[in-house]
């Protein structure tokens, strides 16, 4: 299952979900409580990491 980001549209607050791609759960704000959140595709999401865009050019740089 992929990992999601929220960003709340009223305190741009932003949150973490791992659910299916398909899915119509409603999730609320941890931060203000509101249900208006608006889906975006994280790093992982899209398969960007940092090794991928060059910011470790060894390859042997630690997670963070």
């Given at each position: 299952?992929?990992?999601f980001e929220y960003k709340c549209k009223k305190c741009e607050h932003k949150m973490e979900f791992l659910e299916?791609?398909?899915s119509k759960d409603?999730?609320?704000c941890e931060k203000c409580g509101s249900s208006d959140m608006r889906?975006?595709?994280s790093?992982?999401?899209?398969?960007?990491?940092?090794?991928a865009n060059g910011s470790c050019p060894?390859?042997?740089c630690p997670l963070s």
């Open positions: 299952m992929p990992i299916k791609s398909n409603k999730h609320a889906r975006m595709f790093g992982f999401s899209v398969g960007q990491s940092n090794q060894t390859g042997t």
